[in-house]
C-alpha cells in the first residue's frame, strides 16, 4: 500500500510539475525581422528595441507573461502565427476584415495617417489625380499596398518591396517617385540624415476603412481567447496607470493612440 501511495504521489508531483512548466512556456511576440523605427529595431548588440517593443513588454509585464521577441520575415508573419512559430504579432501590423478571415487581434493599441512622400524637388500631393502616371513604391503583404492598388490605378508603376526601408532607398535613389506608409514610420526616414537630403512630406491619403481599418492590434490565433483578453486587459490597465504615455513620450510629440477613423 505504502509503495502505491508513493508512486501516486511521485507521479503528481510530476503531473504538478510538468503544469508548471506548461504554464512557464514563453509567449513568442513576432516582429517584422527588419527595422522599423521608430517602432521595432534591431541595437549594435542585436536586442530589439523601439516603442512596440517597450509597449509589449509594458503589456506582458503587466499580465505576467513571459514574452519573448522573435523577429520573423514580415510576408510570412501571418503562417508563423497560425503555424505556432510564434504566439502574438506586434509588429504594426493594421487591424483589417480581410486579415481577421485568418487571425484575430487585440484591442486597437495605435493609429496613425496614412501618408505619401516624394522627392524635395517635386511638387505634388497625396490624391489619385497627383500620384497619376508616377512610380508609386510600397511594403509587399500591407494595407498600403491594397490602398495604392484600389486607389491609384492610373499609377505609371507599383512598385512592392520586401522592406519599407528599402522602398525609402528607391526613392532616395530615384527610382520611384512616391512612397506610401504609414505617417511616423515615413517621419522617422525624412528626419534621417537621407531623408533630410533627398524627400518630404506629400500628404496624408484619403481614408479608407475597409483597407486601412480602424489601427493597429496584436495579432493572435483565433482559438487564443484567454490570450487576446490577456492582452486586452494588458492594453487597458497601461492606458489606465500612465504608462502606454510614459513611454509614448519618450518617442512622440503627440498622441499616438489617435482616434478612430471613419469610413469615406
Not at 511594403?139 to 518591396?161: G, L
Not at 496584436?218 to 489606465?240: C, F, P, S, Y
Request: charged share 25%; with cysteine.
Amino acid at each position: 500500500m505504502k509503495t502505491v501511495l508513493k508512486t501516486f504521489a511521485a507521479a503528481l508531483l510530476l503531473g504538478v510539475a510538468a503544469m508548471s512548466m506548461a504554464k512557464a512556456e514563453p509567449v513568442k511576440i513576432g516582429v517584422a525581422a527588419e527595422p522599423y523605427p521608430p517602432f521595432t529595431s534591431p541595437d549594435a548588440s542585436g536586442k530589439w528595441v523601439g516603442w512596440e517593443i517597450e509597449f509589449i513588454d509594458a503589456v506582458c509585464a503587466e499580465q505576467k507573461l513571459d514574452c519573448v521577441i522573435t523577429p520573423v520575415a514580415w510576408d510570412g508573419i501571418i503562417p508563423a502565427l497560425t503555424t505556432k512559430k510564434i504566439d502574438v504579432i506586434a509588429s504594426s501590423m493594421s487591424i483589417t476584415d480581410e486579415r481577421k478571415k485568418t487571425i484575430d487581434f487585440s484591442d486597437k493599441y495605435y493609429n496613425t495617417p496614412t501618408a505619401i512622400i516624394g522627392p524635395k524637388d517635386q511638387k505634388f500631393g497625396a490624391s489619385p489625380e497627383d500620384l497619376k502616371g508616377k512610380i508609386i513604391g510600397v511594403q509587399v503583404s500591407t494595407v498600403h499596398a491594397d490602398y495604392v492598388k484600389k486607389h491609384f490605378t492610373e499609377a505609371a508603376e507599383i512598385k512592392e518591396y520586401q522592406t519599407q526601408d528599402e522602398a525609402n532607398q528607391d526613392l532616395a535613389a530615384g527610382r520611384v517617385d512616391a512612397v506610401q506608409a504609414d505617417s511616423i514610420a515615413l517621419d522617422a526616414f525624412l528626419k534621417s540624415d537621407q531623408g533630410k537630403q533627398c524627400c518630404d512630406l506629400k500628404g496624408t491619403v484619403a481614408p479608407d476603412l475597409a483597407i486601412l481599418g480602424p489601427g493597429v492590434g496584436a495579432g493572435v490565433r483565433k482559438e487564443d481567447t484567454e490570450l487576446k483578453e490577456k492582452i486586452n486587459a494588458g492594453i487597458k490597465a497601461i492606458r489606465a496607470n500612465g504608462k502606454y504615455d510614459e513611454i509614448s513620450k519618450k518617442y512622440f510629440d503627440f498622441d499616438i493612440y489617435g482616434a478612430d477613423p471613419q469610413s469615406n
